[in-house]
């Protein structure tokens, strides 16, 4: 029986890519955030958003979905939100794969502003009823997790704001990566 190094899609350089923009999820999760007391989750703003946004929108739904699944995930279970991390893998990991699917449909591979926009928007509702559904599975309360949603549109906000301008200019350049 012969070995087929050709049967897998998945390549070393797509292995490679995947870990480095994982790594820049969780970085970016961990390292550049800001606190907002005004939010009454007391609501955590990071840049982890904007690299998952990039990543799936760059490098399609699979690497988008690895790197939001595996780098928000370990985010939750290096800084004390372990009981997160299954919720987390599972939302952003989803996420991801919605930037990506919608980004990368009818072949524009992401270079369309405002299909990227809708994937973005898109994600958002996913990302906004996950998080609403965890809430209520950890606390089993219907109300109380409502707290969280003003929190969760600002850090989309503020995903989208920063990540797509900054995909524009990467895509001008993609033809290095």
């Given amino acids: 029986m012969e070995f087929n190094r050709n049967k897998s899609k998945f390549t070393t350089k797509d292995m490679v890519q995947t ?3 994982t790594a820049l999820v969780f970085v970016s999760t961990s390292f550049i955030n800001i606190k907002l007391p005004i939010l009454s989750s007391g609501g955590l703003v990071h840049l982890g958003n904007v690299m998952l946004f990039i990543a799936a929108i760059i490098f399609g739904k699979q690497k988008g979905a690895i790197a939001g699944a595996v780098g928000m995930g ?3 279970l290096s800084s004390g939100w372990a009981l997160w991390a299954p919720f987390t893998f599972i939302i952003r990991g989803v996420m991801g794969y919605i930037v990506g699917s919608i980004a990368w449909s009818k072949g ?5 502003f405002m299909i990227n926009l809708l994937a973005i ?12 559904i965890s809430e209520i599975i950890l606390y089993g309360n219907w109300v ?4 969280s949603v003003p929190g969760n549109i600002t850090q989309l906000v503020v995903g989208a704001v920063i990540g797509l301008p900054i995909t524009e200019v990467i895509r001008k350049y993609i033809k290095y990566i």
């Fill in 19 to 21: 870990a480095l923009l």
């Fill in 74 to 76: 370990l985010f939750d």
């Fill in 108 to 112: 524009k591979n992401g270079s369309n």
């Fill in 121 to 132: 928007l898109v994600s958002a509702i996913w990302m906004i009823a996950g998080y609403y």
């Fill in 144 to 147: 109380a997790p409502m707290a």
